[in-house]
């Protein structure tokens, strides 16, 4: 029964309800941090952007462990063990988490070599003693805890029984490591072991809270800045980057072109074959668009800016760069026609182009500017580009058919 009253007091002490708040509130800044960096990467990122993010997801999670030591020196009641005990569970309960929601090769590596590299752990007496079969049993374990974690985060982002099992055998691998090198009382194991999964279920319920709550953010910043049929940014966000890419070039040597196209005799495809047909027509000439803007890498940004209209913000190149994209657009449009209900659509577009001027005050000046070219090739016989002012016809490529 006294054991029983001292794990209570462990579980529900002052020190214990600190702690947690500490620490759950370290892990909520963890989370929404998390979500900001994880969504700067993606598979076609650079290896130093990459490599840039993981240093950025290591310092965090060190200067969360930095913290809660820094409020432990400020806990003075209970004893040593126990301050101990509350401090170890609070550096697991990051180490876990941290392992969990981020996509981290190196907080991997911290958590394989931890066990090895944690006062007085590089001491081999413990490997080579009587419970040396016990250390390398439990070492196996949360081996194969880590790898899990990080292999499988999607099934337990969904899975709670998965989740609690892998934290638990976490926990429990832990605090052998540690009953082994400090010897603490069996009680205090069991207390601050039911305390570790404690701390784990809370932070599990401010996971999934803030987990629903960031996606729904997301998918309303999609509805914001994406066009629903397209699924290109839309004229709002258009509004929004054409500003801070001007006052950024406007001052930049580097040179800054807008393009803006039309789909030639789009409303011919609306009265002849339908507005679902339309869309359609919509959807492959934004998707060709696009892909066509990431085959070299200058991953040029696409808004709908309204209709049949779109516009094109490139960095760093120049108008001869921007005549080759247009072409290769238009060469891909002539080689993967559009094909409905076995009938073939041949889609061709307009082109207005023009690069950042020293005169041009605003964006505005430029959006006049590129738009007036746009019109300049519609109203010449369509499907050809106009180049600040000149008129150009795209290249003409034989089409090998195979």
């Known amino acids: 029964m006294g054991n029983l009253t001292e794990i209570l007091r462990i579980c529900f002490s002052a020190n214990a309800l600190a702690t947690g708040i500490v620490t759950i509130g370290l892990v909520t800044i963890i989370t929404y941090i998390s979500f900001v960096l994880e969504r700067k990467i993606s598979a076609a990122s650079s ?8 240093m950025a997801e290591m310092f965090l ?26 401090l170890a569970n609070a550096e697991l309960t990051i180490l876990f988490y941290g392992l969990f929601i981020f996509n981290n090769r190196l907080i991997v590596l911290l958590n394989v070599f931890l066990p090895f590299l944690y006062h007085p ?6 490997i080579q003693g009587p419970y040396s079969w016990l250390f390398i049993g ?11 974690l990080y292999s499988h985060k999607d099934v337990l982002a969904i899975s709670n029984y998965r989740y609690l099992l892998a934290q638990i055998l976490f926990g429990i691998c832990w605090w052998i490591f540690m009953w082994i090198d400090y010897k603490f009382p069996l009680v205090d ?21 803030m987990s629903t709550y960031m996606h729904a953010y997301n998918d309303l910043e999609n509805k914001v800045n994406y066009d629903a049929l397209t699924g290109v940014r839309n004229r709002a966000n258009l509004n929004k980057i054409s500003k801070e890419v001007f006052e950024k070039y406007s001052h930049d040597p580097a040179p800054l072109t807008v393009m803006m196209f039309d789909i030639d005799h789009f409303k011919e495809f609306n009265d002849r074959y339908g507005h679902e047909i339309g869309d359609e027509v919509l959807r492959h000439v934004s998707h060709t668009v696009e ?30 760069k921007a005549q080759k994209i247009a072409n290769r657009i238009n060469q891909t449009l002539i080689g993967m026609p559009l094909f409905i209900q076995e009938t073939q659509l041949d889609v061709t577009l307009c082109f207005g182009v023009t690069m950042l001027r020293e005169t041009d005050n ?38 090998i058919k195979i």
């Open 47 to 54: 290896f130093f952007r990459k490599v840039g993010i993981n």
């Open 362 to 399: 605003s964006f505005e000046d430029i959006f006049k500017r590129v738009d007036k070219y746009l019109y300049q090739a519609k109203n010449n016989g369509r499907d050809e580009m106009t180049i600040e002012g000149k008129i150009f016809q795209y290249e003409k490529v034989p089409i």
């Open 291 to 320: 892909r066509e803007l990431h085959v070299d890498g200058r991953q040029g940004q696409l808004f709908r800016y309204g209709g049949e209209e779109f516009v094109i913000l490139l960095r760093n190149t120049d108008t001869h």
């Open 138 to 148: 439990s070492y196996l374990v949360l081996i194969i805890v880590i790898d899990y």
């Open 189 to 209: 194991i069991i207390g601050m072991l039911i305390l570790f999964e404690i701390y784990m279920f809370i932070v599990r319920i401010i996971e999934l809270k």
């Open 61 to 86: 999670l060190f200067l969360m462990i930095l913290l809660v030591t820094i409020v432990f020196k400020s806990l003075t009641g209970g004893s040593q063990v126990e301050l101990g005990g509350l």
């Open 121 to 126: 752990s590089s001491d081999i007496s413990r």
